[in-house]
């Protein structure tokens, strides 16, 4: 059995936590991707809570429940700043337990931001999923006037993301277009350029990056090519890298027909790190 809870950050974002009713062998952090929420993680965090891991997820600014302009981060700073208060707050509740980060697509880029800078709290290891860490969705003129648009039309639309890419599974995209805290409009000025910037950055910073890692991602993603996983595979300093590309599968490799496969083997490596 899990027990689901709701909760909040001091910015007033909202967090939500899924906590096994046995004994708590880790906690999880999880960090989702671009228009989406924590709450599509449900099922995630359930798998997870059948291991023994407590989920700790919150909604970044402007997704889900938290408030903001729909889509616009704000900042990466920012956003970031609410994975650690998370982090904080999930260390408290579980003293004594391995943390561990598992962020997904534009997830996958705030965790790596996050990891690479001064986590307040101790992390085990992180599973990185589809993060974006590739500039190939956007063409190189959207690129190069992204952080003007970024500063004077911070919640222009700049650049349309196809649903039907996140999975192969036809009821998760109709659940994914159905659900009313997701967006489906175009991308976001502001959210764009904090993720060209944090992209252009990110092979420096990896270096810095020496904990256990998973990386994982689909064969057949059209939104975040493999090769950004690769980037990260190759670019970090961190001697445990395990790195997974599952062929044929689409954006959202938990969301596929081999989610359970998936899943298992995320909880297998954080029984291996742990």
């Given at each position: 059995m899990t027990t689901h809870t709701d909760g909040h950050l001091s910015t007033g974002q909202h967090r939500q936590t899924w906590t096994p009713d046995g004994d708590v062998v880790g906690v999880v952090v999880l960090v989702h991707g671009l228009h989406e929420h924590a709450g599509r993680y449900a099922h995630v965090a359930e798998r997870l809570a059948r291991s023994g891991y407590a989920t700790w997820a919150p909604d970044h600014p402007g997704h889900g429940r938290s408030p903001g302009s729909r889509g616009n981060i704000g900042s990466l700073a920012t956003t970031v700043a609410g994975v650690d208060e998370t982090a904080q707050q999930a260390a408290a509740a579980h003293p004594g337990?391995?943390?561990?980060?598992?962020?997904?697509?534009?997830?996958?880029?705030v965790a790596a931001q996050y990891l690479t800078g001064t986590p307040s709290v101790p992390v085990r290891g992180a599973v990185l999923s589809a993060a974006a860490l590739d500039l190939a969705s956007a063409n190189p003129v959207q690129q190069k006037v992204a952080p003007l648009l970024g500063r004077l039309l911070p919640d222009l639309g700049?650049?349309?993301?196809?649903?039907?890419?996140?999975?192969?599974?036809?009821?998760?995209?109709?659940?994914y277009r159905a659900d009313p805290l997701n967006r489906m409009g175009k991308v976001r000025a502001r959210t764009g350029a904090e993720m060209i910037t944090a992209v252009a950055a990110m092979p420096a910073r990896l270096r810095r990056l020496t904990l256990p890692l998973l990386v994982v991602h689909g064969?057949?993603?059209?939104?975040?090519?493999?090769?950004?996983?690769?980037?990260?595979?190759?670019?970090?300093?961190?001697?445990?890298?395990?790195?997974?590309?599952?062929?044929?599968?689409f954006h959202e490799p938990h969301n596929e027909p081999e989610r359970e496969q998936v899943l298992d083997d995320v909880v297998g490596w954080l029984d291996a790190h742990r």
């Open positions: 337990v391995p943390l561990f980060v598992y962020g997904h697509s534009m997830g996958g880029l700049v650049l349309t993301l196809d649903a039907d890419a996140v999975s192969r599974d036809p009821a998760v995209v109709a659940a064969g057949a993603d059209r939104l975040v090519p493999p090769a950004a996983s690769e980037l990260v595979a190759t670019g970090t300093a961190s001697s445990d890298v395990t790195h997974t590309v599952y062929p044929g599968l």
